[in-house]
């Protein structure tokens, strides 16, 4: 249940044998027209989740492309990828100034909804694609979207041979690992760094993936964080109905205790982003198993994660310490494992919400930053102070190698500053956000001057 990478690691392209298609409307050429929702009447093995992201490739190769995460061994205990499919119109490499974007389902096995969401939702995207709505065009078109639907495979299988809505069998990997408690805990080092005013983020050290207690599936998931440049994620579970996020684990070492990350505001805003599309979440409905106390509709449909209950370990909160990547809970349903015939209802409540939550990868703003022979600067340091209220963000992000940057913000003023220390002198500016509907985040590019051109460089 609760919770769920970010910059270029060597990723394994592959191809996928065609196999069946599951969906008899279709053509084994992948052509034709098949029924919209003709995957959402059956759970997928592993091989037929293949299939169908093959399939979807095979109908939408202008703006498709697979890919498996790579590692040392590279593939779960039992043997199994975890497997990709990157939707965008120009799907092959990242482009300067268009964000990545990820979802990560299925990471406890036995909670199933997500999974098939995504597939759905890959499905959904090519066909709305090549039907030429507007809205979907633009989204592939300034976005580079990664869909990962399981990264608990092993789980999934032993989850589906003992099949129950709400058993835990199958929510660890094959080793037995919590994959939600496995990730290096970076929480502890900024909460002393916060005391001592130091490093606020891109906290991981390396060696400690070293460890051997770390799952194969957790060290191919850090890599993919930290190579490519995303900017926005949300990791799908189920066991309950609300969006979580940071931070997940308390200060105190209380067992549950507000615990506000320094960008709480704008987590707040995509959190709700995603509740307000979705029918249920907001409303009043029956309490799941897990909400303990809670009645989140009360609270919009967002919970802070350590509030809920405090987790060492979570992906959420090392996506925010390790990368510039921001990245939500979303739980979409008391039922881990619900029968197969209810997957259309839960396609309904969240096609809109998971659309609505991808558009967030564009709010605040972006640029780039290089110095005064054009030359793009990577690891610039890019800081805001809320002038608004008067507030120091306090969690830098930085550009990306081709010296592109995205700051999520929500709407207000700020005084932003770039730096690249100790060969350039840092640049102010400050800047209006105002997000409007559907379009990209504000351009705020910054030209850093040489030290050695300038007295005036300021410490921030």
């Known amino acids: 249940m609760k919770r769920s990478l970010c910059g270029f690691v060597v990723f394994l392209v592959v191809k996928w044998g065609p196999g069946h298609d599951t969906c008899s409307g279709l053509s084994a050429s992948g052509r034709g027209r098949p029924d919209d929702l003709c995957q959402l009447t059956r759970h997928h093995n592993y091989k037929e989740m293949l299939e169908l992201m093959h399939r979807v490739h095979r109908r939408c190769p202008d703006i498709t492309r697979l890919y498996n995460l790579s590692g040392n061994p590279g593939t779960t205990v039992e043997g199994r990828k975890l497997a990709v499919i990157v939707i965008s119109d120009n799907p092959d490499r990242h482009e300067i100034g268009k964000p990545e974007f990820k979802y990560v389902a299925n990471m406890h096995g036995n909670e199933v909804i997500g999974r098939e ?82 490093k606020n983020n891109h906290l991981l050290n390396y060696e400690v993936l070293k460890n051997s207690t770390f799952a194969p599936e957790t060290k191919m998931v850090v890599h993919w964080i930290m190579d490519i440049p995303f900017v926005l994620s949300a990791n799908i579970h189920e066991g309950a109905l609300v969006v979580s996020y940071p931070y997940d684990e308390t200060r105190s070492g209380k067992p549950k205790e507000l615990t506000k990350c320094p960008d709480d505001a704008t987590f707040r805003y995509i959190s709700l982003a995603y509740a307000d599309k979705h029918p249920v ?38 996506n925010y310490l390790s990368s510039n990547c921001f990245e939500v809970t979303l739980e979409l349903s008391c039922n881990k494992f619900p029968p197969a015939s209810h997957l259309i209802k839960y396609w309904n409540e969240n096609r809109d919400a998971l659309l609505n939550y991808m558009w967030m990868s564009h709010i605040g703003i972006k640029g780039q930053v290089k110095n005064e022979n054009g030359k793009p600067i990577a690891n610039a340091m890019i800081h805001v102070r809320n002038l608004t209220d008067g507030m120091d963000i306090n969690h830098d992000i930085t550009s990306a190698r081709d010296g592109d940057y995205w700051r999520l913000l929500i709407p207000g003023r700020y005084n932003v500053t770039a730096c690249a220390v100790p060969e350039y002198v840092c640049v102010s500016k400050v800047v209006t956000v105002e997000n409007p509907v559907h379009s990209e985040a504000k351009k705020v590019s910054f030209t850093l001057p040489w030290m050695a051109k300038s007295a005036n460089y300021r410490k921030i």
């Open 281 to 318: 979440m907001q409303k009043p409905h029956p309490k799941c198993y897990y909400d303990g106390e809670w009645d989140f509709y009360k609270n919009k449909g967002i919970t802070n994660g350590a509030n809920w209950y405090s987790i060492r370990g979570g992906m959420q909160d090392f």
């Open 117 to 198: 969401m995504l597939l759905q939702l890959m499905h959904y995207l090519c066909d709305e694609y090549h039907k030429g709505n507007k809205d979907i065009r633009k989204l592939i078109s300034i976005t580079r979207i990664h869909l990962m639907p399981s990264m608990n495979p092993d789980g999934w299988e032993k989850a589906n041979k003992s099949w129950n809505m709400s058993s835990s069998e199958g929510r660890k990997n094959a080793q037995g690992i919590d994959l939600n408690r496995n990730f290096p805990n970076l929480n502890r080092i900024v909460y002393i760094n916060e005391k001592k005013c130091s």
